[in-house]
Nanobody
Framework: QVQLVESGGGLVQAGGSLRLSCAASGRSFSSYIMGWFRQAPGKEREFVGA????????YSADSVKGRFTMSRDNAKNTVYLQMNSLKPEDTAVYYCAASTVRRVLSLYRAPDFGTWGQGTQVTVSS
């Protein structure tokens, strides 16, 4: 099983960019589908997207499509979330998660992910 630690959150102005990292420790990182979620105060956890084992296939939710990009470096046991053109509504705690479930990337939901990071706060000011 892997353990996950996110980093890279912070305060940024609208239109700015941030890159979140999620470092995994443990074995077989490349065998996990990696996902990103976010949760704003008073709202349900939202699936942001996921990246395949090799990193060649990604899925992004409509709310972030064209602005956020997911990638992974299996040699570094790290997955990334590059966030561009940030909006105030992107403000949330962002979580990375690992899944051993096999399904089409767009169909993943939170219960499919058995391991979660602690989250990192992203705040976008207007």
């Amino acid at each position: 099983q892997v353990q996950l630690v996110e980093s890279g959150g912070g305060l940024v102005q609208a239109g700015g960019s941030l890159r979140l990292s999620c470092a995994a420790s443990g074995r077989s990182f490349s065998s996990y589908i990696m996902g990103w979620f976010r949760q704003a105060p008073g709202k349900e956890r939202e699936f942001v997207g996921a990246v395949s084992w090799s990193g060649d296939i990604t899925y992004s939710a409509d709310s972030v499509k064209g602005r956020f990009t997911m990638s992974r470096d299996n040699a570094k046991n790290t997955v990334y979330l590059q966030m561009n053109s940030l909006k105030p509504e992107d403000t949330a705690v962002y979580y990375c998660a690992a899944s051993t479930v096999r399904r089409v990337l767009s169909l993943y939901r939170a219960p499919d992910f058995g391991t979660w990071g602690q989250g990192t706060q992203v705040t976008v000011s207007s």
